[in-house]
């Protein structure tokens, strides 16, 4: 028996689901209540044909959650069917999860009657109670469910007569809300509004961050505005549709897309939208979302919000932080701290408070700006401020501005023209690494995720800064020109003269943008330029479409060159002088068929030729590139050899060779990369790796090997990460652990059969990668900080020796997935099971969480084939919540252990993630606080049989939510985006 799929998974299939006890209703109002639905077309789910007995049907509990509304009608035996009671609960569950309307019809019976389960109720749960006297929970959750359903506005047949007329008013009601519903497809739209710098985009951040677990898929699309400026829609567009579809090659306007995404419950923020039509050019009409789809739009303008369809309920104005929450925000920047500080400080801060408005951007920054400074610089910056009241954010940046120095303002107005979004090593490395950072610490830009960010009104405040400029500074004359940057979307045809360039010798910044691809070239001649570009520091333009750069180009200066798909096939010929050329970038130009000679590039950090599938040769360095840090190849089909002279560079720490099947040696001084973190050589042949990767490979090759993988005689100590995915390894060394700071061990899809026992030796290990590992027959203890092992699919995996050390010493989240791994003994896996959890509720982990104070403790997830629950879950159910025992919650209590079957029907198979929503609640004085949600979650996968998904965890209360919880009661239940059979808790 399957539990709902929730209306997340499950497409919507009926308007209204009945629910009612067939003896009583059947042939008389139920019967004619459905006839009026189906005469006004609402799509009705009746169960007027199944044959019920003990338990619901998968295929009913589909119906429920595939409903939009519920309605249950309560007549005087409908307590007496355990049916009906699973089903309420079933209906209950989808009401507080997904919103679901539930209406209920007091037929013939007393709301009272339901609520306080007297009369025929009590009678019904009389017998019960007899049959049912050792599942006092089950019929603790169905009272509850009634009296829950009973305070529910609804109808009551004594009210309103004759039975037509209450018919009437129940179908008149139901059109009301489906129409309601209809209006906005069901999609929770929400807007929020408010000037630049207020904090929309954060409190987005925020919410976003919160609640995306509970939908199939979420997307954050940040900076529409500035995209669509761009004209990047069409990519911003590819990569929301590839995240809630995971297709990389679809088309909005079909048909069939349309319904594909009608199937899901998605999340989406359009954060700073200025029109309508950039959502739509999106994502298309917002109808086409899945029922309980929630959007989320930040704007400037409110009229936009209007016409996106919201009236004024769900736009949401953001106003500024009040004057505590200021004070606060204010003192984490220009104290770092948030504690008490002097008085004299205290009056200069409530100063700062008074002009800034509760503004959050001008907080941040004039705290970054005030951090550190004397009494008297704090009274002229607020003097600025008194002097423009009105214009707050710009004086105060421009007092930023004013503090720094003359090379940081040029760094600060290159990001502000050129840069914006760029990553930041690369802006770091055309202007200086300390500068991103003082810019980072003045609060004038950000960085996430590598990438260089700056708000909207910073930017405008350095165009102006440039706008104002005198003319001989400002650079227009083409003489002092520092920088080009064109957008090929905005552009019209252009025929370069030869010489157009020939005045602009000051040219620091040459970038062609073309990120919609669907725009043919529009510049040409480039490639006949007569101008040696002598003064250039970056040249960025992808998609280039010219076989090489100008004849006379002179990389003399050249720092940063990126050109990404491109039709080049040389760059230039002979040596150049590339003294200050620091990066290469020339991925997926697949027509280029070597590189040339850079032995003057002796600060050559980064050489990126990924993708270059023509590329036969890297021409060798006569010198030694000693500043290599970053060499990718990936995928250089064409390349058959890597040259000597590469490979001497002592910093050298990514190497990336995977798919370079041509090659046909490999220098033998690779052994002595002794800063190597990171190797990549996905699906190298035996042969390839051979001659440099002794102890590594089969035994019969062990006379041509010359060890230089074998960690006891190379130099590659600071290995981090390892990737020998499909190398057909039929062996691993014995002196593996010699490798002692790798984190990061991929080996899917080898076919040794064993793991070396000393792995257990790696202590910083956290990532052990055996996936598809076919002839793999045991696992030896493994080491104590494994954060993620990955063995699924290897099906002779049977022995899994001392395993129970993994898991009693970690103190944070763990994956452990043996999905597939159907020759597993059901033995050594109970025991596991058992021996973990004791261990895990051992006096170490309450010594640990009395020192730690709740801090850092266990939680993880595991994933094997059953169908069933250990016998030692205290609690089970087939349901999808349950309450949990009053008085759980006491200075006994370590945490929480869950188990969940996960059912695979006939003619399905989960491919994709296995995701299941974890929620705890405990009862407050008159509701449910969530104290824990979490978000379980395992794949990619693609299982056939039934799987058991285990989770543990340590962390459920903070130490205030614990303080409240004591001796209260509590409900866990879960969100099933798969079909659940049944789950357990431990406690």
Request: proline letters at 3%; charged letters at 25%.
């Amino acid at each position: 028996m399957a539990s709902s799929s929730s209306s997340s998974s499950s497409q919507v299939k009926y308007d209204v689901f009945l629910s009612f006890r067939g003896e009583d209703t059947r042939d008389n109002f139920t019967s004619h209540l459905n006839a009026a639905l189906c005469r006004r077309k609402i799509v009705t789910f009746i169960d007027d044909q199944l044959v019920r007995g003990d338990g619901i049907s998968p295929s009913l509990l589909n119906a429920i959650s595939g409903s939009k509304i519920s309605i249950i009608i309560f007549s005087k035996g409908y307590a007496s069917s355990t049916w009906c009671l699973q089903e309420l609960v079933e209906i209950l569950n989808c009401k507080r999860m997904y919103g679901q309307i539930v209406i209920p019809v007091f037929y013939h019976v007393d709301p009272s009657v339901v609520r306080k389960q007297s009369g025929t109720y009590g009678d019904a749960f009389g017998q019960h109670e007899v049959k049912y006297m050792e599942e006092k929970e089950m019929l603790q959750r169905w009272r509850n469910a009634l009296t829950e359903a009973a305070n529910l506005s609804g109808f009551d047949s004594n009210s309103i007569r004759p039975e037509s007329k209450l018919i009437e008013t129940i179908i008149e009601y139901i059109l009301e809300r489906l129409n309601d519903m209809s209006s906005s497809n069901n999609k929770n739209l929400v807007g929020l509004w408010g000037m630049g710098g207020i904090g929309k985009t954060t409190l987005a951040i925020a919410v976003f961050n919160e609640i995306s677990s509970q939908f199939e898929a979420s997307y954050f699309i940040p900076n529409i505005r500035e995209a669509s400026n761009k004209h990047q829609l069409h990519h911003l567009q590819k990569e929301l549709l590839f995240a809630i579809l995971e297709d990389a090659h679809i088309d909005i306007r079909l048909t069939f897309v349309k319904e594909r995404l009608g199937r899901k419950r998605v999340l989406i923020v359009f954060d700073d939208v200025t029109n309508l039509k950039q959502v739509r050019e999106l994502i298309g009409d917002l109808e086409n979302l899945g029922y309980g789809s929630r959007i989320i739009i930040t704007t400037r303008d409110k009229q936009v919000l209007k016409n996106c369809g919201l009236n004024d309920s769900p736009i949401y104005e953001v106003e500024g932080l009040g004057s505590d929450e200021s004070l606060q925000l204010f003192k984490q920047h220009a104290f770092r701290q948030n504690h008490p500080i002097d008085e004299v400080y205290l009056k200069l801060s409530e100063r700062v408070i008074s002009y800034t408005k509760g503004l959050p951007l001008a907080l941040e920054i004039l705290g970054c700006f005030l951090l550190g400074r004397e009494k008297y610089e704090w009274e002229s910056a607020l003097d600025e401020l008194k002097k423009s009241p009105n214009e707050v954010i710009q004086t105060l940046l421009k007092i930023s501005y004013d503090g720094l120095s003359d090379k940081e303002k040029t760094l600060f107005l290159d990001i502000a023209c050129f840069f914006k979004g760029w990553d930041k090593y690369l802006v770091g490395t055309l202007g200086s690494h300390i500068g991103v950072c003082v810019l980072v610490d003045k609060a004038l830009i950000t960085i996430s995720h590598n990438t260089i960010g700056m708000h909207d009104s910073i930017q405008e405040m350095g165009w102006e800064i440039i706008r104002q400029e005198p003319i001989n500074k400002l650079g227009q004359r083409t003489d002092k020109l520092r920088g080009m940057l064109f957008n090929m979307v905005e552009m019209r045809e252009i025929h370069l003269n030869p010489h157009t360039f020939s005045e602009m010798a000051n040219l620091r910044f040459l970038i062609v943008n073309n990120f919609d691809l669907r725009h043919d070239n529009k510049v040409h001649g480039f490639d006949n330029i007569e101008f040696d570009f002598s003064e250039l520091r970056c040249l960025c333009w992808d998609h280039s479409p010219f076989p090489s750069l100008p004849l006379k180009f002179d990389p003399d200066n050249l720092v940063v060159l990126k050109m990404k798909n491109n039709n080049l096939e040389q760059l230039w010929t002979g040596i150049k002088n590339l003294a200050h050329l620091k990066y290469i970038d020339l991925s997926y130009s697949k027509h280029l068929l070597k590189v040339p000679d850079l032995s003057k590039a002796q600060n050559l950090e980064c050489l990126i030729l990924e993708g270059c599938t023509s590329l036969f040769e890297i021409t060798t360095p006569s010198q030694n590139l000693n500043k290599l840090v970053n060499l990718n190849l990936r995928n250089c089909k064409s390349l058959t050899s890597l040259p000597n002279g590469i490979c001497k560079s002592k910093l050298l720490k990514y190497l990336r060779i995977s798919g370079c099947s041509k090659l046909e040696r490999l220098p033998e001084d690779l052994r002595n990369l002794e800063s190597l973190e990171v190797l990549e050589a996905i699906g190298l042949s035996v042969r390839e790796l051979s001659s440099i990767m002794s102890g590594w490979l089969v035994r019969e090759l062990s006379s041509v090997m010359s060890g230089w993988l074998s960690p006891g005689q190379s130099g590659l100590w600071f290995l981090r990460r390892l990737n020998l995915n499909h190398c057909s390894l039929t062996e691993l060394p014995n002196d593996i652990d010699k490798l002692s700071l790798l984190e990061d061990l991929e080996l899917e899809g080898n076919n040794f059969q064993s793991i070396p026992s000393n792995i257990m030796n790696l202590s910083k290990l956290q990532i052990l990668n055996i996936r598809f590992c076919n002839r793999l027959q045991s696992l030896p203890k493994l080491p104590r900080n494994i954060e993620e092992l990955r063995a699924d699919g290897c099906k002779l995996l049977k022995a899994l020796s001392g395993f129970t050390n993994l898991i009693i010493q970690r103190h944070s989240g763990r994956t452990l997935n043996f999905s597939n791994c159907v020759s597993l003994y059901w033995n050594t896996l109970k025991k596991i099971l058992n021996d973990s959890m004791l261990d895990m509720f051992s006096d170490t982990f309450c010594l640990f969480k009395h020192e730690n104070k709740g801090a850092g403790k266990p939680q993880g997830v595991m994933c094997f084939p059953g169908s069933d629950i250990p016998e030692w879950f205290n609690i089970q159910s087939s349901g999808s919540s349950i309450k949990l025992p009053q008085g759980l919650f006491n200075k006994k209590f370590l945490g929480l252990v869950f188990c969940v079957i996960v059912e695979v029907e006939d003619n399905y198979n989960l491919d994709n993630f296995l995701n299941v929503v974890y929620e705890l609640q405990v009862k407050g004085v008159d509701v449910y606080i969530t104290c824990d949600k979490k978000l379980l979650s395992l794949g990619p996968m693609y299982i056939k049989s039934d799987h058991v998904l285990l989770g543990y965890n340590c962390n459920s209360l903070d130490n205030e939510l614990f303080e409240l919880s004591c001796d209260k009661e509590a409900i866990i239940s879960f969100n099933p985006k798969n079909n659940l059979e049944k789950f357990g808790v431990g406690i």
